[in-house]
């Protein structure tokens, strides 16, 4: 018998102000994102704003439907969208967030769903860049600099023998 520890790195910011300037605009294109979205089920709203390698900004938010499944999470609305006009420009940087009724961002960080997050890693596979992600809460802000940090013992298009153990 073996025993593996998987370890990530998650950085915390105390603020929004503590990211560089272009993050900053990111989360700010996420939340005025999130308050596009259409949730009659949940109420609860979500946006994403990715920054590509291109410089293109992508935003995308949360797409519910009265057959449940068949809605969408902010992240894969985003990142669908991203991909099918920007194929050639790998996703960079993920910021994503959401808010209250009032419109208000929500305390606390709000994290990827699991088919998210293979959505995610199929696109940080796919280009081969590694892309930050960035969860943000009111004034606290958490960071990963791969969606691996998020999903590890992934599966990936190296299927049947995966890029990790
Ligand atoms: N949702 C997202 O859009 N992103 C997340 O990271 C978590 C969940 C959406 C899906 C659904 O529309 C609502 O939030 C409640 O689950």
């Excluded at 935003?59 to 985003?78: D, I, L, V």
């Excluded at 050639?88 to 009032?102: G, H, L, Q, R, T």
């Excluded at 293979?118 to 960035?134: K, L, T």
Aim: a negative charge.
């Amino acid at each position: 018998m073996q025993r593996f520890v998987i370890k990530s790195t998650i950085y915390q910011y105390d603020s929004v102000e503590e990211l560089p300037e272009k993050e900053q605009e990111l989360v700010r294109l996420a939340r005025e994102s999130a308050q596009r979205a259409y949730t009659p089920y949940s109420g609860f709203r979500v946006g994403a704003a990715l920054l590509l390698q291109n410089g293109s900004i992508i935003t995308g938010n949360n797409q519910e439907n009265a057959a449940y499944p068949s809605g969408s999470c902010a992240e894969r609305t985003a990142l669908f969208y991203a991909n099918s006009v920007n194929p050639d420009s790998p996703v960079e940087v993920m910021a994503i967030a959401a808010i209250k009724k009032n419109g208000e961002p929500v305390d606390k960080p709000v994290y990827p769903c699991g088919a998210c997050r293979q959505v995610m890693i199929e696109s940080e596979i796919r280009y081969g860049v590694d892309q930050r992600v960035i969860f943000t809460g009111k004034d606290k802000i958490m960071a990963v600099a791969s969606v691996k940090d998020i999903l590890p013992l992934w599966f990936d298009n190296k299927f049947p023998d995966p890029g990790h153990v």
